[in-house]
């Protein structure tokens, strides 16, 4: 089946690495745009977007991320901190931080609809991007009220989940698809 929508599915892939071209204004308002008409649990749109293109910020909260992950057993952190280079983001020009509802069982959910929906949209728009849930770790550090506050976090809100954007500077083959993963029922 040919279909415009699929093939923009099939061809969005994790990017990490990013030119250090930033992003248009037109760009992130059309990728705002496509997050905020996400659906939502009741309507409640329980997210927050915080659009950060101060690296100095970034910076600050990968080191933060680091300290966390190196309090972890060697067993239990990612691969990825095994390259002393790695950096959270990527580098990558645009990163956007969803906030939400600590209260509502359904801000997980709601943050992963919206952040798909982000990612997305950067594809249609010849951007890359990488979906981002280890940031979560610069939130436990001492340094968490202060990022909560720098990133504009509503009152009592906290971090669901992030993702990095730009123009890519890699390339990337398509994972394999697991075809066990559908069972119908009739």
């Known amino acids: ?8 599915i099939a061809s969005r892939r994790s990017h990490r690495a990013y030119e250090k071209t930033p992003l248009t204004a037109e760009q992130i308002d059309a990728i705002l745009k496509a997050a905020v008409e ?5 309507n409640r749109q329980p997210w927050h977007f915080t659009v950060v293109r101060n690296q100095k910020l970034l910076d600050e909260m990968n080191q933060a991320v680091w300290e966390q992950m190196m309090l972890r057993n060697p067993e239990q952190r990612s691969p990825r901190f095994r390259d ?3 950096h959270v983001f990527y580098h990558a020009p645009a990163v956007v931080f969803i906030s939400g509802m600590p209260d509502n069982p359904y801000t997980p959910v709601d943050g992963g609809i919206a952040v798909e929906n982000i990612a997305l949209a950067a594809e249609s728009l010849g951007l890359g991007s990488v979906i981002l849930g280890m940031p979560r770790d610069a939130f436990k550090g001492e340094k968490a009220d202060e990022f909560r506050r720098a990133l504009h976090f509503p009152e009592g809100w906290d971090f669901v989940i992030a993702i990095a954007l730009g123009v890519p500077a890699d390339t990337k083959d398509a994972h394999p698809v697991k075809e066990d993963r559908i069972s119908f029922v009739d």
């Open 38 to 42: 996400s659906p939502s649990a009741v």
């Open 84 to 86: 002393g280079g790695f």
């Open 1 to 8: 089946m040919e279909n415009a929508t699929l093939k923009l």
